[in-house]
């Protein structure tokens, strides 16, 4: 999947990457000095180069159960403003749907279903904060069936308490 600010970076999956830093992972340049909306990959703390344009991560049996993460952070001296990022996904797998999950709002985007992810800049210059999320993305959903509400518990006493869950995937 490619995302474009200014630049343009790429999230991918492999089965001869790794989930940590390897060969196929490409460190990415500076900013320019003006007028810019740079995206990057954030790697965890302690790698040797914290901002990424090229990220691989390991395609194993589990992306069918749960999602892979990155961290995408992007930056910009648009304070403020109303950006936008792009999202081209056509080399991932028919059933891999990239969601951005929006850590500042709480806001989760299909990435297949609208490829234009639209936000405000902070107002000052530094990173919007962002997850790119690939696998499977279904939220798990959970209902109390018992107590349902009328009930009159004892404290100190058992009780039963059933509830269902659910992954739609």
């Known amino acids: 999947i490619s995302i474009t600010g200014t630049n343009t970076i790429i999230a991918g999956i492999s089965p001869l990457a790794s989930d940590s830093i390897d060969a196929q992972d490409t460190i990415v340049p500076p900013p320019p000095p003006g007028n ?17 344009a090229v990220d691989i991560k390991k395609d194993d049996a589990g992306l069918a159960t749960r999602a892979k ?34 850590l500042q709002s709480g806001r989760y985007q299909d990435m297949k279903a609208n490829p234009i992810f639209n936000f ?22 959970v209902a109390v069936v018992q107590p349902n509400g009328g009930e009159l518990l004892v404290v100190g006493s058992p009780d039963t308490i059933r509830w269902t869950s659910g992954d739609g995937s």
Do not use: C
């Open 36 to 52: 810019y909306q740079y995206v990057y990959f954030l790697l965890a703390p302690g790698q040797p180069m914290p901002n990424y």
């Open 69 to 102: 993460r990155w961290a995408l952070r992007s930056l910009s001296d648009h304070l403020g403003a109303s950006l936008s990022i792009g999202f081209s996904n056509s080399s991932l797998p028919a059933a891999f749907t990239p969601v951005i999950y929006d």
């Open 120 to 141: 405000t800049s902070p107002p000052a210059e530094t990173p919007y904060l962002l997850s790119l999320l690939i696998g499977d993305t279904t939220k798990p959903s």
